[in-house]
Nanobody
Framework: QVTLVESGGGLVQPGGSLRLSCAASGSIFNPYPMGWYRQVPGKQRELVASITSGGRTNYADSVQGRFTISRDNAKYMVYLQMNSLKPEDTAVYYC???????????WGQGTRVTVSS
């Protein structure tokens, strides 16, 4: 079964941190570049971070220096460490293949991140 399952979201105060996790089935994960996306109501889903199978990373300007993406190829896991969170980071976060280089798999349910005092 082809699946993506995101977890780790929650409510956090501005300046706080969260670590998101994504469990992917092997057919989605290898050997593709993987990404974390986020979406807020009324806006398109945006790619915020991506990582190749070899570990090369890329970030959107809005999260550069605050977010860190990583992956465990043996466990088919992708992670997003989010530090110095801002209210504008509030969104539902999803993982999937990096759509610039590979077709998307079916989207998971996402994990909601709310940054608020």
């Amino acid at each position: 079964q082809v699946t993506l399952v995101e977890s780790g979201g929650g409510l956090v105060q501005p300046g706080g941190s969260l670590r998101l996790s994504c469990a992917a089935s092997g057919s989605i994960f290898n050997p593709y570049p993987m990404g974390w996306y986020r979406q807020v109501p009324g806006k398109q889903r945006e790619l915020v971070a991506s990582i190749t199978s070899g570990g090369r990373t890329n970030y959107a300007d809005s999260v550069q220096g605050r977010f860190t993406i990583s992956r465990d190829n043996a466990k088919y896991m992708v992670y997003l460490q989010m530090n110095s969170l801002k209210p504008e980071d509030t969104a539902v976060y999803y993982c999937n293949r990096d759509g610039r280089f590979a077709s998307w798999a079916s989207w998971g349910q996402g994990t909601r991140v709310t940054v608020s005092s």
